[in-house]
Structures are given as structure tokens and as C-alpha cells.
């Protein structure tokens, strides 16, 4: 049996109990509403894509922070030669301005836009700094050490105990 004959057989029931068809549509009517409801809203603020612009790779905000604290921990008196190894966790996340409306029973969070639908950046947050290893000419000594890990630590406001000093060969 086919549509068709679907059709045909509900055509038939229908013209025997009017009752039915009221039912049914009623049934079709519910069905569609709940659907309509689960069914995810299109809004303004969810048609929202962020200004286009270039970002910088995760790799080149380890970079630049790899080459400046080689550039500082040079500096520092028995260092030496200085490489330096950063480890991240995560990455980089941009943060764009919101208009926040809280009541008693729920908080509503809406982005704000231009009128060109641009959403206004507000800032970055870049990823947490996991380690660093630093191998240097005068890492073998303590006090060499204790400069250089209290520097690092300092720079990237991260505790001592994710900082390494090693020798160079």
C-alpha cells in the first residue's frame, strides 16, 4: 500500500466522522507547535559573525614570548647564551563586548553589534601558560638559577615551580 492509498483510506474515514478530522487536526496542530518550539531561534545577535581580521597563531604568541624573554634573560649577569621553550595549554580566545540582564530566576547575555552585524572586540585572552624550560650558558650555577627562574616566573605572573633552568652543552 502507498501514499495514495494512505490518503485515500484517511479521505474515507473522514468524510464517515467528521469528529475525527477535528481531532486530527488538532493532533497535527500540537505536533507543530512543538516542533516550532525545540527547533533552535534565529536571532540578531546568533547571525553575528565576528569582524574578519588576522590572527595571530598560538605558535606565534609562544614565539614572541620565547624570543623576549631570551632577549631579558640575556640580560641577566651569568646567563649567557639563552634558549628559551614555552608550553601552553589551550588558545587564544577573543572576547567581544556583551550587554548582560539578569533577574531573579535567569540571566540573559547578548552581544553587542554595529550595524554592519560587526561584534565590537573587546580584548583577547591568551592561552595559560603551562612551562618553560630555559637552557643557558650559566645554568649549572645556582645563583644563575635563582635569577633567571624568579625572572621568568615574574614576566609571565606564573609560579617558580613551572620554571626549568638547565645548562647549555
Do not use: H
Not at 466522522?17 to 546568533?46: D, G, N
Amino acid at each position: 500500500m502507498g501514499i495514495n492509498g494512505i490518503w485515500q483510506k484517511l479521505r474515507e474515514r473522514l468524510k464517515k466522522t467528521p469528529k475525527a478530522a477535528v481531532y486530527i487536526a488538532a493532533a497535527a496542530l500540537c505536533t507543530l507547535l512543538l516542533l516550532m518550539q525545540k527547533a533552535p531561534k534565529t536571532s540578531a545577535a546568533r547571525d553575528i559573525s565576528p569582524p574578519e581580521e588576522p590572527e595571530p597563531a598560538q605558535a606565534g604568541y609562544t614565539e614572541i614570548l620565547e624570543k623576549r624573554l631570551e632577549e631579558i634573560i640575556g640580560q641577566i649577569e651569568g646567563a649567557g647564551e639563552v634558549s628559551v621553550m614555552i608550553t601552553v595549554g589551550g588558545s587564544e580566545e577573543k572576547v567581544y563586548k556583551s550587554d548582560v540582564s539578569e533577574s531573579d530566576s535567569k540571566r540573559d547575555e547578548k552581544t553587542v553589534v554595529l550595524g554592519s552585524k560587526d561584534a565590537i572586540l573587546t580584548g583577547t585572552r591568551f592561552p595559560e601558560v603551562l612551562g618553560v624550560l630555559v637552557v643557558c650558558s650559566g645554568g649549572d650555577r645556582p645563583a644563575v638559577q635563582e635569577k633567571v627562574v624568579n625572572a621568568v616566573a615574574t614576566v609571565l605572573n606564573i609560579s617558580t615551580g613551572k620554571v626549568y633552568v638547565a645548562n647549555r652543552k
